[in-house]
C-alpha cells in the first residue's frame, strides 16, 4: 500500500514571521558592517540584502517532504538535505531527526518543521507534536512490505 504524497510545515504564522524578519536582519547587519569598515554603501546593502532575501525565501519554504518512499527530504533556512528513511534512528520531541551514516554514531540534524522557534513562546505546540508524530509514524513504517507484513 502506497501513501499519498505528505509535507510537513510548520505553522504559516511562523514561517511568515521568520521570512518578513530576515531582510530587517540582512539590514542591521549591513549597517552593522558600514560601522564597522569603510566599504561603498550600494554594494554592501545589495549583497546583504540579497542574503536575506534569499534566506526569507527559503524559511518560507521550509519543510520535510515525505513523498518517496525510500527518503526524506528536509528543507530547513540554511540547509537542505536527503535522509534513507531506513537510516533514521529517532526523532526527538526537541525537533531533532537522529540517523544514522553507516556504523557511524548518529547524526542529529534540527529541522524547523518539527521545532517551535525561541520566539514563539510555546504556540501551536500540538502543530509541532503532530508533525513529530507524523515523521515517526512514517519512519515506523520503512520496514513493512506492500502486504503490512514485517521485511525480513
Request: hydrophobic share 40%.
Given at each position: 500500500?502506497?501513501?499519498?504524497?505528505?509535507i510537513l510545515?510548520?505553522?504559516?504564522g511562523?514561517?511568515?514571521?521568520?521570512?518578513?524578519?530576515?531582510?530587517l536582519?540582512?539590514?542591521?547587519?549591513?549597517?552593522?558592517?558600514?560601522?564597522?569598515?569603510?566599504?561603498p554603501?550600494?554594494?554592501?546593502?545589495?549583497?546583504?540584502?540579497?542574503?536575506?532575501?534569499?534566506l526569507?525565501?527559503?524559511a518560507?519554504?521550509?519543510?520535510?517532504?515525505?513523498?518517496?518512499?525510500d527518503?526524506?527530504?528536509?528543507?530547513?533556512?540554511?540547509?537542505?538535505?536527503?535522509?534513507?528513511?531506513?537510516?533514521?534512528?529517532?526523532?526527538?520531541?526537541?525537533?531533532r531527526?537522529?540517523?544514522?551514516?553507516?556504523?557511524?554514531r548518529?547524526?542529529?540534524?534540527?529541522?524547523?518543521?518539527?521545532r517551535?522557534?525561541?520566539?514563539?513562546?510555546?504556540?501551536?505546540?500540538?502543530?509541532?507534536?503532530?508533525?513529530?508524530?507524523?515523521?515517526?509514524?512514517?519512519?515506523r513504517?520503512?520496514?513493512?512490505?506492500?502486504?503490512?507484513?514485517?521485511?525480513?
Open positions: 500500500m502506497r501513501h499519498a504524497p505528505r510545515r510548520a505553522p504559516a511562523h514561517r511568515v514571521i521568520a521570512a518578513l524578519a530576515s531582510p536582519v540582512g539590514y542591521l547587519i549591513a549597517r552593522l558592517i558600514l560601522e564597522l569598515v569603510t566599504l554603501e550600494l554594494p554592501v546593502y545589495g549583497a546583504c540584502l540579497t542574503v536575506a532575501a534569499v526569507g525565501v527559503r518560507w519554504a521550509a519543510r520535510i517532504d515525505l513523498s518517496r518512499n527518503a526524506l527530504r528536509v528543507y530547513n533556512t540554511l540547509v537542505s538535505q536527503s535522509i534513507s528513511r531506513s537510516s533514521v534512528h529517532r526523532v526527538t520531541d526537541n525537533g531527526i537522529e540517523w544514522r551514516r553507516g556504523g557511524d548518529p547524526t542529529r540534524s534540527l529541522s524547523e518543521t518539527l517551535p522557534p525561541w520566539w514563539a513562546f510555546g504556540t501551536a505546540a500540538t502543530t509541532y507534536a503532530r508533525n513529530r508524530e507524523e515523521l515517526r509514524s512514517w519512519v513504517t520503512a520496514g513493512r512490505r506492500p502486504d503490512g507484513q514485517p521485511a525480513a
